[in-house]
């Protein structure tokens, strides 16, 4: 069974920093683009990022260029989302998906997610 | 304002057929990359509803389909029952943002 577990959300003040852990079972994580999508409280979806197979290639949307940073440890069948500078609006539930081969892009699978609260 | 137009909210009874537009522009739907939707029911995360414009994942029934025209697309879901009470987002991708992008959703109530 495909299976995607979050964890590392929680409070963090404005400016300050978070690491997002996604844990994947049920499938070769390794062959497989992965990506991180939020959805703030009561609001739609938003792609953030996602990154190729390998880790070699990593694409962002604008508004986390230069704040958020995307990676894999396929040894460890594991993704990661590292959130610097940490805004207010930045908060939201923050799923990790996988993406369904030959399509651009199709999220066939994701976590239950993990929230992320940015206040002080 | 999201790069993917969907109305805020459709309705209909049981039974009956609604269908959810999705209009894009030049750089996305127009072209010419696939369009996906998603349903999201109440609490839940969302789930692969249509993939590659018009295509079905195994386990969702033929009652959802998808349509593309030009810059726009449409799901259309007939035989409406109460289950599909959900919120319905499309998704693409946009070249002139790099990214891909969702639509704003539509709830769907079923009265």
């Known amino acids: 069974e495909v299976q995607m577990v979050e964890s590392g959300g929680g409070l963090v003040q404005p400016g300050g920093s978070l690491r997002l852990s996604c844990a994947a079972s049920g499938f070769t994580f390794s062959t497989y683009w992965m990506s991180w ?4 409280p009561g609001k739609g979806l938003e792609w953030m990022a996602n990154i190729e197979e390998d880790g070699s290639a990593k694409n962002y949307v604008d508004s986390v260029k ?15 989302l590292r959130m610097n500078n940490l805004r207010a609006e930045d908060t939201a539930v923050y799923y990790c998906a996988r993406e369904r081969p030959g399509q651009l892009v199709a999220l066939d699978y994701w976590g239950q997610g993990t929230l992320v609260t940015v206040s002080s | 304002q999201s790069a993917l137009t969907q109305p805020p909210s459709v309705s209909g009874a049981p039974g009956q057929r609604v269908t959810i ?9 127009g072209a010419g990359y696939d369009v996906y939707w998603y349903q999201q029911l109440p609490g839940t995360v969302p789930k692969l509803l249509i993939y590659g414009n018009n295509n079905r994942p195994s386990g969702v029934p033929d009652r959802f389909s998808g349509s593309k025209s030009g810059t726009s697309a449409s799901l259309a879901i007939t035989g409406l ?16 943002l790099r990214a891909v992008v969702f639509g704003g959703g539509t709830k769907l109530t079923v009265l």
């Open chain 1, 66 to 80: 230069g704040r958020f940073t995307i990676s894999r440890d396929n040894a460890k069948n594991s993704l990661y």
């Open chain 1, 37 to 40: 999508v939020r959805q703030a």
């Open chain 2, 81 to 96: 029952q109460a289950e599909d009470e959900a919120n319905y987002y499309c998704q693409s991708y946009d070249s002139s």
């Open chain 2, 21 to 29: 537009s999705c209009a894009g522009s030049s750089s996305n739907i």
